[in-house]
């Protein structure tokens, strides 16, 4: 009995552990702006995930995007609780794993990352799943389903995200870190496709090897 109040007790604190991170962790969270003709203006979401490095998804309109192009993306302002729009180019593209990222040139606050995500964990995504807010994040949680990963590298979270949240970054409930991005919906399973933040650095490394690389020989 002590050890289901407890258990109950835990859950009740996870709507309000969520609030508190989510006031800290929402500087990670990006959007871009897209104006289709004759519709209204919509936002994608996108997660800071290194000091000049934005990740979406790259599928839908994204996988139109070419290596070098450059967009406007909207990151989080250092000196207001609002939300600026700087230039990023697209370095990275790969509609296997659905990740696409763009460079920014501004200094970015960088989430840390864990790479110990387990099945079970409980996680929150900043996502535009509503467009109520015109400068903020909408808010949902889950918790970790699969861990093994698919043939594109993917994990699986037990909700169903919201359309606009493809680009959110998943933010574990116990210690605040980004753990994974969501990039879409598994239709069979009716879960939640993630890239694991592991993924992610991976993809930084390699860029940041393949950027070494091109200036050494420069």
């Known amino acids: 009995m002590a050890f289901l109040l407890q258990r109950s007790a835990g859950e009740a604190d996870v709507p309000a552990t969520i609030r508190a991170r989510a006031r800290h962790s929402d500087k990670y969270a990006a959007h871009l702006v897209v104006e289709p003709p004759n519709s209204s203006p919509y936002k994608e979401a ?32 250092p000196d207001a609780p609002r939300r600026m729009f700087v230039d990023g180019k697209v370095v990275y593209k790969n509609p296997t794993k659905d990740v696409a990222i763009l460079e920014v040139q501004h200094e970015l606050p960088p989430p840390e990352l864990d790479f110990g995500v387990v099945a079970g964990d409980k996680y929150y995504v900043h996502g535009q799943s509503t467009h109520a807010q015109p400068d903020g994040t909408s808010i949902s949680h889950g918790v970790v389903a699969v861990t093994v990963p698919d043939a594109c590298d993917h994990i699986r979270g037990d909700i169903v995200p919201g359309a606009g949240d493809s680009g959110g970054g998943c933010f574990s409930v116990h210690t605040g870190k980004l753990v994974a991005m969501v990039v879409g919906v598994d239709p069979r399973a009716l879960k939640a496709v993630l890239v694991p933040a592991a993924i992610l650095r991976g993809i930084l490394t390699d860029l940041s090897a393949t950027s070494g690389a091109a200036g050494a020989a420069t």
């Open 46 to 77: 996108a997660t800071v995930i290194g000091r000049h490095h934005v990740a979406t998804f790259a599928h839908g309109g994204h996988e139109e995007w070419m290596l070098g192009q450059h967009l406007q993306i909207a990151v989080h302002c």
